[in-house]
């Protein structure tokens, strides 16, 4: 079978979390709420500072309001989900999250803050 044209050669391939709001999200009081999202900007701002997270921000406008936001992580799934595990809105049952591997074309992509390489070149597994 011929090679599809349409599939790049290689693929940069990044982890990226993205944060949900789960259905049986405690109810807190506005107090409550206003201090879990400042450990929750905190707890993400630290990630970011030590390059673990290369970009990182809210969804707005969505077709689905469960859905955050989205980090783009400098690491392995297994990692991001350990991280994500212990950031304060996911211990407190406010957000759940979902790891992936997101496939982009090789070069599309830059994270000129990035301390170092993100994410990993590949072949798809197709080629």
Excluded: K
């Excluded at 689905?64 to 994500?84: H, Q, T, W």
């Excluded at 992509?109 to 597994?125: I, K, Y």
Aim: charged share 25%; with cysteine.
């Amino acid at each position: 079978m011929a090679r599809d044209p349409n599939i790049p050669d290689a693929f940069d391939v990044y982890t990226v979390v993205v944060l949900r709001r789960p259905s049986d999200a405690p109810e807190l009081s506005d107090a409550e709420l206003d201090d879990l999202q400042a450990r929750h900007l905190a707890y993400r701002a630290e990630l970011a500072s030590r390059g673990r997270i290369v970009a990182n921000g809210p969804f707005l406008a969505q077709s689905d309001p469960s859905y955050r936001g989205m980090s783009v992580f400098a690491c392995d799934a297994a990692e991001a989900a350990r991280m994500s595990d212990a950031d304060p809105s996911v211990i407190a049952g406010r957000l759940a999250y979902d790891v992936m591997e997101w496939w982009v074309a090789a070069g599309s992509l830059a994270f000129p803050g990035a301390s170092g390489p993100v994410g990993d070149r590949r072949e798809h597994p197709a080629v």
